[in-house]
């Protein structure tokens, strides 16, 4: 902890006249902290018998731009009040703080105002710091973060979700080596689901430096987005999207828990025709009735959906249309 006098025994106008002082503490975790505790003891002592303080006296500082009242109402004669502030916290750049006083007397308001101003020394700048932090490619159950640091690490450690620090798995780049683009692999996760990531890494005083969060979501499996109801022998078409490039994608057709065909899918527009002897098939499902409900499931990678549509009957009704 640092003490010193910030403002002291200075007088202002002669008429009223005050001596007062500004004393402060401040507190700093090491030498390493990018953060300072500060608080104020504010001392004012009025040397003017005759006036009474009908005014609050105040003093700002340029942490938090805030002013604190000393006393509501100072009184008769020669008294002193003094107000010892909070602790208040900032991010030390090295830079300088500045605090006020104002005390006001009498109806007329006289005001008088000073300032003083501290100096802190700037933090020794041991802690690593990170030059980018970004998301570089999401996949169907996989992520990719990119991380440049400024200094050389002696360890690397990333935080799904807000859970446990676990080593980086590490995809190219040196991971312990300032300067140079570094990729980690989060795998195992869910498709289409949002995720936060951290990354921490500390130097060789033992020193953590914390990336900002960042939000992605994985891609989606490959999905039927829309299959059209058709007629007995038309053609029927099925949109497929594949957000994560899925391979072998392949679309089957049921009516029940018949298969009646099997066809590759890719992206976009699906059209499919009948052979005759999946016409033949389908049509033995009617029964005495003139549709059906279809069932049309992608699969691929393990992953399958499905989309149903309406299939019509029409008279004499023997083969496909291409």
Avoid at 76 to 84: D, E, R
Avoid at 102 to 123: A, E, L, M, Q, W
Avoid at 229 to 238: D, I, K, P, R, Y
Wanted: hydrophobic letters at 30%; charged letters at 15%; one cysteine or more.
């Amino acid at each position: 902890m640092a003490t010193g006098t910030l403002i002291s025994d200075r007088s202002w106008h002669s008429n009223p006249s005050f001596n007062y002082s500004v004393i402060y503490e401040t507190q700093r975790p090491n030498k390493y902290s990018a953060t300072v505790k500060v608080r104020f003891t504010v001392v004012v002592r009025s040397l003017y018998t005759s006036c009474s303080f009908g005014y609050p006296i105040y003093f700002s500082n340029t942490i938090d731009n805030q002013f604190r009242t000393i006393t509501s109402n100072f009184g008769n004669g020669i008294k002193s009040v003094s107000y010892t502030s909070d602790w208040i916290e900032f991010f030390n750049s090295g830079t300088s703080l500045s605090v006020g006083i104002t005390p006001k007397c009498g109806d007329v308001g006289h005001t008088s105002y000073d300032t003083g101003t501290i100096y802190f020394d700037k933090k020794e700048e041991e802690f690593v710091g990170f030059n980018s932090h970004s998301v570089k490619a999401t996949y169907l159950t996989s992520v990719e973060i990119l991380y440049n640091s400024n200094k050389n690490l002696v360890a690397a450690e990333s935080s799904l979700n807000g859970g446990n620090w676990k080593l980086l798995t590490i995809k190219s780049g040196n991971w312990n080596v300032g300067n140079n683009n570094v990729v980690y692999t989060i795998s195992g996760l869910n498709p289409n689901t949002t995720y936060t990531i951290q990354t921490r890494i500390a130097n060789v005083n033992g020193l953590w430096t914390y990336s900002n969060k960042l939000t992605f979501t994985t891609k989606d499996i490959a999905r039927i987005s829309n299959v059209n109801n058709f007629e007995h022998g038309n053609t029927v078409t099925a949109l497929i999207t594949n957000p994560a490039g899925i391979s072998g994608l392949n679309l089957v057709m049921k009516i029940g828990g018949t298969q009646i065909l099997s066809r590759t899918a890719k992206i976009g527009s699906n059209t499919i025709s009948c052979t005759d002897a999946e016409l033949d098939n389908l049509y033995k499902k009617y029964g005495a009735g003139s549709s059906l409900t279809a069932t049309f499931i992608l699969s691929g990678n393990g992953y399958s959906n499905s989309k149903t549509c309406t299939v019509t009957l029409k008279r004499q009704s023997k083969g496909c249309k291409n």
